[in-house]
């Protein structure tokens, strides 16, 4: 089973649309968690962490889940600008490095 | 301002030459990190460096060679034994220990046999 994992998409949806993505882990000791943006031929930005009793950051919502470990990332008012990969990352108590999972890919149209 | 520097931004290699890639940050952080990416595939771990002069290897370590001379330096060296070497490559560093803060990346080398 591998330790991240996300439904790499497309999701493709119009602009103004909401959009949710999640994504599940299997270690049970991870303890911090992330939603990286990565546009096409960049690097990893963050884009938020994920606090255990949700948070907001303008259109973006994140989720945790402990007791069925997932995560999820929630998309309001998708702008054409939304459209790229979003990679869902973990830390875990005991490991020395972040684990990533293999992305989502998100495509907002007009 | 602080940051990742990454260069050169894009690298050819001819079969059987060794490269180095550049990677040099200003942010204080002790603990660095190499990792390779595939067109549509996910980031893979090749070496990583919780403080200088000190190293270990990733998943996918064959092939690489790294050193840690300096707190602000890790540089990778693709070697001719990496067979498949065309790849996107980001380095990434982070406070040791303050793996909770999330990584920061460089602007990536994108690597291309020829």
Redesign the interface.
């Known amino acids: 089973r591998k330790e991240v994992e996300q439904d790499p998409g497309p999701f493709n949806v119009p602009e103004g649309a909401t959009v949710a993505f999640n994504c599940t882990y299997s270690n049970s000791a991870s303890q911090s968690f992330f939603w990286y943006r990565q546009d096409c031929r960049k690097e990893p930005k963050l884009l938020m962490s994920v606090y255990s009793s949700g948070n907001e950051d303008g259109r973006f919502t994140a989720q945790l889940n402990r007791a069925s470990q997932y995560i999820s990332l929630l998309i309001r008012d998708s702008k054409l600008s939304d459209s790229a990969t979003y990679l869902c990352v973990v830390n875990t108590e005991g490991y020395s490095t972040l684990t990533f999972g293999k992305g989502t890919m998100l495509l907002v149209s007009p | 301002d602080g940051g990742i520097t990454q260069s050169p931004k894009y690298l050819f290699r001819k079969e059987g030459q060794n490269v180095t890639l550049s990677c040099e940050q200003n942010l204080n952080h002790d ?1 660095m ?1 190499w990792y390779r990416q595939d067109p549509g ?3 893979r ?1 090749i070496y ?1 460096s ?1 403080i200088v002069n000190d190293f ?1 290897k ?1 998943d996918i370590a064959e092939g690489y060679s790294v050193s840690r001379e300096k707190k602000e330096s890790f540089p990778l060296t693709v070697t001719s034994a990496q067979k498949n070497p065309t790849a ?1 490559y ?1 380095c990434a560093s982070t406070q040791f220990g303050h ?2 803060y ?7 080398t ?1 690597l291309t046999v020829v």
Do not use: C, D, E, V
């Open positions: 603990a990190y595939q996910g980031l771990l990583y919780q270990q990733g996107f980001l793996l909770n999330g990584y920061t990346f460089g602007s990536g994108r």
